[in-house]
């Protein structure tokens, strides 16, 4: 059973940083691409960035420059760290793997304020 759990979210004035964390069990975590998608309320699921099991990287632009995400085989987890942090980046953060099949996480909070 896949099973994929999030960490790191919280409150972050802006212009602060977090680092999202995703462990992932009951999958060869090697073979998969890992994700990160967010969801604003109101708004569409989105991709944020994306990293393959080649390591190849992928982001969306309007986190291109502030946000790096990474993968970690030996610890089967993969990262989010989110630098200069902006309201607009409050979400809720999920963790996604794909390969044959897709899987989510449950999400975790991020809220950017003053």
């Known amino acids: 059973q896949v099973q994929l759990v999030e960490s790191g979210g919280g409150l972050v004035q802006p212009g602060g940083s977090l680092r999202l964390s995703c462990a992932a069990s009951?999958?060869?975590?090697?073979?998969?691409?890992m994700g990160w998608y967010r969801q604003a309320p109101g708004k569409q699921r989105e991709l944020v960035a994306s990293?393959?099991?080649?390591?190849?990287?992928n982001y969306a632009e309007f986190v291109k420059g502030r946000f790096t995400i990474s993968r970690d085989n030996t610890k089967n987890t993969v990262y989010l760290q989110m630098n200069g942090l902006k309201p607009e980046d409050t979400a809720v953060y999920y963790c996604?793997?794909?390969?044959?099949?897709?899987?989510w996480g449950q999400g975790t909070q991020v809220t950017v304020s003053s």
């Open positions: 990293v393959t099991s080649g390591t190849n990287t």
């Open positions: 996604h793997a794909v390969r044959n099949m897709q899987y």
């Open positions: 009951g999958m060869i975590f090697s073979f998969y691409s």
